[in-house]
C-alpha cells in the first residue's frame, strides 16, 4: 500500500510500504476513505524536534473496517468508522473515567503497533476501545465533518469542556486555525452568549462567524488585550480557548480571563511559561491538554449526523493523497485552514 | 493602641501607635478580640521579600464593631465580626462572582487604608463589604473556629473547592500546615471518600486524623508520590490540595494527581515552575489561588456555629498580643502549627 513518510524537515513523501496484517485478536485494519494533515503535524515537519529517521506520519482519518482480530466485538468488516488520534484499550482506569489520551496502553499513530492515518490503511490494536461506528455508511457529503471528530472537532469541544463554557458566557477563543474554529463552534454550541475570536485572516473571520462567533478581534498582544477589556467593560471573559500553544497565546488568554476563570487550553505547548503569579492572585485556573476525543465522540458524532453540526468547513482544501506534500506546504504556509486527504 | 510592626528580618514588636479614626462613610472600627499569625505573615518575617521600612502586619482578627461610618449598613456598634484577609468593596463584578480577593478597590491590612490585624484595634473601609457579623456575640469557645474563618479554613475550603473535591473521591492533602490541615477538613465535609494528609510531623498527623484523614503519608519527594500511587493502585488521587507553595510542593502535587484530576492550590507560589507538558499529556488542571473567604464566610460560619466544624483546633497555641515576637518564633520553628493572640 501506499502510506505518507517523514523523512526529514519540509520532506514528506507517498510510498510504498509493506500492507498492513492483523498481529493480534484486537487488532483491525482500516482502508481509509479520507485522512487530513493536523497542526500538531507541522511541529515535525518544520523539525521541531528534528526527524532523526524516517517515520510514518497522521493521526486522524475515518474509513471502512477492512479486517478484524477474533476478540474485536464493537466494530466488523464493512463498519463505517472514526479514528480518534489516539489508540487507548478502553478499559484502563483512565479511559473508564473518560481520559484516554492517558490510557496506559496508549498507542501513537505512525509506529510499529499502528500505521499512520496518512495512508491508504490503518491497523492498529484496541480496535473496541478506539474506533466509533457510525449506524450505517454515512453519505460521502458528511464524510468531512465526521473526520474533524478524530481531532480538530473533539479538540475545540475539549477547549471548552476545560474551560467550563456554560450558557450565558461570554468566551474568548485565541487562535483561529481548525482547533480554534471549532472551540469557537462548541463553545457556541455550549450556550456561550457571546463569543470572540480573536483572528486577523479574513476567510477564517468568516467562517469563525459562520460557527457562531459574534465579535472578531484582528488585534494581538497588549493590543488584543485592551480590545477584549473594552468589549466587557474591563472584567475580562467568563472562560478563554487557548487553542495555539506558543508563550504568546498563552500570556493573552491568560490577559484576557476575568477572575474565577478557566483558560482551557489544547494547543500543544511550546515554550509556554505558566504564569502563576497571575492564576493565584486573580483566581485564574488553566485545564486542559490532549483531547480524549475518544470521550466526545459518540455525542457529536449523532450532533454531526442530525446536522446540528458542521465542524466540515473547516476544511478548505482538498487533494488526492499522491499530493500530502502540496497539503503540507499549503497548511505550513498558510495557504489553507485545513488539509483532507482523499486516497 | 498597641499593635505589630515589622521592623526587618526576625524582628516584629509590638509597639505604641496612633489611635485608628473614621476617614470615610464606608468604615468600621473593629476592637479586636482575637488575631492570629499566618504562614504567609512568614514570608515577610523571613525577609522574602525584605522589609524595607517598618510595617503594620497581621490580617486574620476576629472582634467587635466598636464605630461605623454613616453609610455602612450591615454591622452595627457591638456586633461580633469576622474579617476575611481582604477587603473588598462588595459591589465590583469580581466580588459580585464571589472572587473578593480580586476586588477592583480591593484593600490590603498593614497599610495606609486599613490597619494591620495584630492590633487592638483596627480601622477597614467597606466594612458592608468585608465584615460579617455572627448572629449574636458568641461564646468565647467559639473564638477560634470563627477566627479560622478569617484566612486558613476559608483557604483549606478553598484549595479543595478548586480542586473540585466531590463525594467518593480520594482526595490527597499536600502540607500539614494550618491550610492544610483545614484542607483536609473540607475535603472530609465535602464527601470525601479517602483523604491523605502528606505529613511527617506527630502533632499535625493526629490532628490531620481528628479532621477526617483516613490515611497518613509521611514520606515527600518520589517517596510520598509512590506511596500515593501505591495507596491508589497506581492510579493516583482525584483531586490534590496544594497547601504550600513551594516548587517541592506542586511538583508532588502533579506528581499524585491521576489523569484528570484538578490540583487546587492555594499556598503563595516561592519558586513554582508549572509543569506544562505534565498537565497537557495527563489533562492535570491547576485552579485555585488568593482564597475568597469572603464567599465563604457565612456557610462556614453556620458551620461552625451549628457545632459541625471545629477548625479552631488548628490553633495549639494562645499568646497574648505583647507576646507577638515569640508567636513568629514559634511558628518559624514551626513549634506551633498556629498561634492565636489574644490582646
Keep these: 500500500m501506499r502510506a505518507t513518510v517523514l523523512h526529514t ?5 507517498l510510498e510504498d ?10 487488532d483491525a485494519i482500516v482502508k481509509v476513505v ?50 480518534p488520534f489516539v489508540v487507548s484499550d478502553g478499559t484502563c482506569p483512565h479511559c473508564l473515567a473518560g481520559f484516554q489520551t492517558a490510557c496506559v496502553n496508549r498507542v501513537g499513530y505512525g509506529t510499529d503497533r499502528a500505521d499512520g492515518g496518512q495512508g491508504e490503511y490503518v491497523k492498529l490494536p484496541y480496535a ?6 457510525t449506524p450505517e455508511v454515512p453519505d460521502d457529503s458528511l464524510v468531512p465533518s465526521l473526520l474533524t471528530l478524530s481531532d480538530v472537532m473533539g ?15 461570554t468566551v474568548v477563543v485565541v487562535g483561529d486555525g481548525a482547533v480554534g474554529l471549532c472551540g469557537v463552534l462548541a463553545a457556541a454550541r455550549m450556550g456561550a452568549e457571546r463569543v470572540v475570536s480573536m483572528s486577523r485572516h479574513e476567510p477564517r473571520q468568516k467562517l469563525a462567524k459562520e460557527f457562531g462567533a459574534t465579535d472578531i478581534i484582528s488585534e494581538r498582544g497588549d493590543a488584543g488585550r485592551d480590545a477584549v477589556l473594552e468589549l466587557t467593560d474591563g472584567v475580562g471573559a467568563d ?44 483566581n ?26 458542521d465542524p466540515g468547513k473547516v476544511f478548505d482544501s482538498v487533494l488526492p493523497l499522491a499530493d500530502v506534500a502540496e497539503g503540507y506546504r499549503a497548511m505550513h504556509e498558510r495557504r489553507a485552514i485545513k488539509v483532507m486527504l482523499r486516497p
Design 34 to 83: 479520507a485522512s487530513c494533515i493536523c497542526g500538531s503535524d507541522l511541529w515535525p515537519y518544520r523539525g521541531e524536534p528534528p526527524v532523526k529517521a524516517p517515520r510514518r506520519i497522521g493521526h486522524e482519518f475515518v474509513g471502512i473496517v477492512q479486517e478484524i482480530g477474533s476478540e474485536v466485538r464493537t466494530v466488523k468488516p464493512g463498519d463505517f468508522v472514526i479514528a
Design 284 to 309: 485564574v485556573g488553566l485545564a486542559g491538554g490532549a483531547s480524549p476525543c475518544r470521550a466526545y465522540l459518540p455525542a457529536l458524532m449523532a450532533d454531526v449526523l442530525a446536522g446540528e453540526i
Design 128 to 133: 473496541d476501545g478506539t474506533l466509533v461506528a
Design 155 to 169: 479538540t475545540g469541544w475539549h477547549a471548552a469542556r476545560s474551560a467550563r463554557v456554560k450558557p450565558g458566557d
Design 239 to 282: 472562560a478563554v480557548l487557548e487553542c495555539v500553544g506558543t508563550g504568546q497565546s498563552m500570556t493573552t488568554a491568560f490577559d484576557v480571563a476575568r477572575a474565577g476563570a478557566t483558560v482551557g487550553f489544547v494547543g500543544v505547548p511550546h515554550g509556554v511559561e505558566v504564569p502563576i503569579g497571575t492564576m493565584f492572585g486573580r
Design 9 to 13: 524537515s519540509y520532506d514528506v513523501r
Design 17 to 26: 510500504v509493506p500492507d498492513p496484517k492483523l498481529d493480534g485478536p484486537g
